[in-house]
C-alpha cells in the first residue's frame, strides 16, 4: 500500500497561519496545543479549509509527525 505524501501548500498554511479566533487567536496553527485541537474535534471542527487545517494538525502531533513542519518552521 503506497503512503499518500501530505500537500505541501497545506503544511507551508500550517507553519505560517494563524488562528483567527478564540483562545488562542494569533497563535501560529502549528504551534496550536494538542488540547485545543482535540476540543474542536469533540465540538466540532469548523467549516471549510480552517477546520481542515486544524484536523490535519490534530492528525500530525497525534501520530508523531511533527517534524514534517520543521523545515518549513525554518523559512518563515
Known amino acids: 500500500m503506497e503512503?499518500?505524501?501530505?500537500?505541501?501548500e497545506m503544511l507551508q498554511t500550517l507553519v505560517v497561519m494563524k488562528m483567527p479566533f478564540g483562545k488562542y487567536k494569533d497563535v501560529v496553527l502549528c504551534d496550536l496545543p494538542v488540547s485545543y485541537l482535540e476540543w474542536f474535534q469533540r465540538k466540532g471542527f469548523p467549516?471549510?479549509?480552517?477546520?481542515?487545517?486544524?484536523?490535519?494538525?490534530?492528525?500530525?502531533k497525534?501520530?508523531?509527525l511533527t517534524q514534517l513542519l520543521d523545515p518549513l518552521k525554518k523559512r518563515r
Open 3 to 8: 503512503m499518500s505524501q501530505p500537500d505541501p
Open 47 to 60: 467549516k471549510g479549509k480552517l477546520g481542515m487545517l486544524l484536523e490535519t494538525m490534530l492528525v500530525i
Open 62 to 64: 497525534m501520530n508523531g
